[in-house]
């Protein structure tokens, strides 16, 4: 399996912007167009749920629901774990077979590198990806 360095992603492979937040609204359009192509066929409940008249999904849901495992494997871990990740001070350790084992801080490992701009692909964990 060939796995890309983040900055060997070319221009032409990333999604653009509005593609993919226009996901929901082309969706929407491929369902109606499905529903015309059979018109008589749908069931009451279909046409019921294709109205749109639902509730909308409560904020709290919609904003603690997610798949980063680095912070657990529940859905809602994430949004009670993530507060707990100290992203100061951080430190490089070097141990194993090396010479010279220790603690470097990351302002140690980084002073004097310049700012490099990366795009990076989004993880997948539910068959659809993006960059």
Known sequence: MLIRRPDDIPAREITDERLYLDRRSWLATAGLAAAALAPGRLSAAVRTAARGDDDPTPYDKATTYNNYYEFGTGKEDPSRNAGRLRTAPWSVEIAG???????????????????????????????????
């Open 97 to 131: 077979d090396v010479k010279r084992p220790g603690t470097v801080p990351i302002e140690t490992v980084l002073g004097g590198l310049p700012v490099v701009e990366r795009t990076y692909r989004m993880r997948c964990v539910e068959a659809w990806s993006m960059v």
